[in-house]
């Protein structure tokens, strides 16, 4: 089991997602996990059709400071779909961090 917390935030397309990655690693120690994506039934209404989620690695406080600061980017290019902060990961969450769908065609 991790001692490590996570941190989530879904974004709107790719760039932002890359933006928002980095701001939130030069804001705080954290390690990235693979990022993952979601194509929603709407995508056709949206001005940015592709999700992403960046997930952050790190303590509680780092975690929270890198998820603000990618919050802020990605506010700034295309916006926020929802964000989320796990303090003590369990196993089977663990195991889900490292799932993503840009493996797959």
């Keep these: 089991m991790s001692n490590q917390a996570a941190g ?23 390690t990235v996990e693979t990022f993952d994506k979601n194509k929603p ?5 949206l001005e940015v059709p592709l999700i992403v989620l960046i997930k952050f690695r790190g303590s509680v406080e780092n975690v929270t400071a ?22 003590n990961v369990t196993e089977g969450a663990d195991k889900m961090m490292k799932l993503n769908a840009f493996d797959k065609k």
């Excluded at 890359?18 to 120690?29: E, L, P, T």
């Excluded at 295309?78 to 989320?84: A, L």
């Design 41 to 45: 039934g709407n995508a056709d209404k």
């Design 8 to 30: 989530l935030i879904e974004v709107y397309g790719l760039v932002a997602a890359f933006a928002a990655c980095d701001a939130g690693c030069k804001a705080a120690n954290v």
């Design 66 to 87: 890198a998820v603000e600061a990618a919050e802020a980017e990605a506010n700034r290019l295309t916006g926020v779909v929802s964000k989320h902060i796990i303090a």
